[in-house]
């Protein structure tokens, strides 16, 4: 099973942009890559997903890799509220394996 | 919408009992999934659903038995609850035709 690898923790400052990396070497041509995060005590929230092209929505922006072994999520303003562990996963079929994931601390 | 919502919120058992969690959604979802969270790891996933009468083996499914009898309500059946499935229990549905998983708010279990 392909597997994803992120640093368990990062730090940003408010209103800095946030670029949060993930690994993936071992990717499918059919895997999609998708960003979960998770507030303390919450179930997991969507984020974003591509699958080869770089993506863009209201929440952040996912650049991928030219050969898809790697993306990263950029969060363009970090925020208090985006302080929660962020987790890049691949999806192939009904299978979402999440790691450890990211944890993001964001500094007043 | 609720969207997702799970029953109970919290439950404490003894070794050996049976309870069943309920999730449910109101938003039409195709599928369904339940995972658990262990302290300071990712989610992972036990059974799935990918439709009403339909059921299948996610990861790690040893231990809990699902039914979808109704499209809306998938549940996660333990039959001899085991120290070892103290946990958190999130289920989640999505569409047949989008990528995005819905969460529920999660079911905190504790076997004694």
């Known amino acids: 099973d392909a597997k994803t690898t992120q640093p368990n923790s990062m730090e940003s400052n408010e209103e800095e942009p946030v670029h949060l990396p993930c690994n993936h070497s071992?990717?499918?041509?059919?895997?999609?890559i998708h960003w979960y995060r998770q507030l303390p005590s919450q179930g997991p929230e969507y984020v974003i997903h591509?699958?080869?092209s770089n993506v863009n929505n209201r929440m952040a922006s996912l650049a991928i890799a030219e050969d898809r072994k790697s993306s990263t999520l950029i969060l363009h303003r970090a925020t208090l509220r985006d302080a929660a562990v962020y987790y890049c996963?691949?999806?192939?079929?009904?299978?979402?394996?999440f790691g450890a994931g990211t944890r993001l601390t964001v500094k007043p | 919408n609720a969207g997702v919502t799970q029953t109970p919120k919290f439950r404490v058992l003894k070794t050996g009992q049976s309870m069943t969690l309920l999730c449910a959604q109101d938003?039409?979802?195709?599928?369904m999934y339940w995972y658990r969270q262990d302290p300071g790891m990712g989610l992972r996933l036990i059974h799935y659903?990918?439709?009403?009468?339909?059921?299948a083996k996610g990861e790690v499914p040893d231990g809990y038995n699902v039914s979808r009898l109704k499209k809306q309500n998938f549940l996660l059946g333990l039959e001899s609850a085991a120290p070892s499935q103290t946990s958190v229990y999130f289920c989640?549905?999505?569409?047949?035709?989008?990528?995005?998983?819905?969460f529920g708010p999660g079911t905190r279990l504790l076997v004694l």
């Open positions: 659903s990918v439709g009403e009468g339909t059921t």
């Open positions: 071992t990717i499918s041509g059919t895997d999609y």
């Open positions: 938003m039409n979802h195709e599928y």
């Open positions: 591509g699958l080869t």
């Open positions: 996963i691949l999806r192939a079929a009904n299978d979402m394996r």
């Open positions: 989640a549905s999505r569409p047949s035709r989008q990528e995005t998983q819905y």
